[in-house]
């Protein structure tokens, strides 16, 4: 059975930082991209970063280049998503998606 575990969700200040962790069981991760996807409420999902498999290329949405950084830990089937310099706009749920497979999602806030 496949499944995908977010953790590291949290409140946060503004110019904080987080990380982010999706844990895959039922699959061994190597050979797949893993994304990170968030919501905010009252809007349409969005892919924030990717991450290939092999070269470990990495690919991120506008609003997070420079801020947030994707890393995988094939040995943990493990990826991360380290988050530095919060703004309010980040607050969402954060999801992570391979082969077609959503976690359940973390909780991200970014407050004063």
């Known amino acids: 059975q496949v499944q995908l575990v977010e953790s590291g969700g949290d409140l946060v200040q503004p110019g904080g930082s987080l990380k982010l962790s999706c844990t895959v069981s039922?699959?061994?991760?190597?050979?797949?991209?893993l994304s990170w996807y968030r919501q905010a409420p009252g809007k349409e999902r969005e892919r924030v970063a990717v991450?290939?498999?092999?070269?470990?290329?990495?690919t991120y949405a506008d609003s997070v280049k420079g801020r947030f950084t994707i890393s995988r830990d094939n040995a943990k089937n493990t990826v991360y998503l380290q988050m530095n310099s919060l703004k309010s706009e980040d607050t969402a749920v954060y999801y992570c998606?391979?082969?077609?497979?959503w976690g359940q999602g973390t909780q991200v806030t970014v407050s004063s």
């Open positions: 039922g699959f061994t991760l190597n050979n797949y991209a």
């Open positions: 998606n391979t082969m077609g497979f």
């Open positions: 991450i290939s498999s092999g070269f470990r290329t990495t």
